[in-house]
């Protein structure tokens, strides 16, 4: 691992996001809806595949669900020291998010206004 995909810090707040800081300095910040969608399971991975491949035509995702609420992460875990493991409300926990794959899917440049972290 390179310092850009080692964390110095994991801090999930389940109903809402996904704080990492990194070793070079970088703070980056997931909304878990996000995370969701970007599960790196094998089968999200080929349903976003083929949205892509398919741009123009209008889908409609239905995700399995069982949960009233709005999404959220129901329990999380570190996969040996190199990955984390989220399971969502929707009942879906089969994604294994590697520090290298948060890195890369790292949401945008903007950190969060001053005054939003506790
Ligand atoms: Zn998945």
Known sequence: MTAASTPTRLDLQKDRQLSIEWQDGRHSVYPVGYLRAMCPCAKCKQERAEAAAA????????????????????????????????????????????????????????????????
């Open 55 to 118: 741009p123009k035509r209008l889908t409609l995702k239905v995700l399995p669900g069982n949960h009233d609420g709005p999404l959220a992460a129901a329990a999380a875990e570190l996969v040996g020291g190199y990955a984390l493991r989220i399971d969502w409300t929707d009942g879906h926990g089969s994604g294994i998010y590697s520090f290298d794959y948060l890195r890369s899917i790292d949401p945008g440049p903007a950190d969060p206004p001053a005054g939003t972290r506790r």
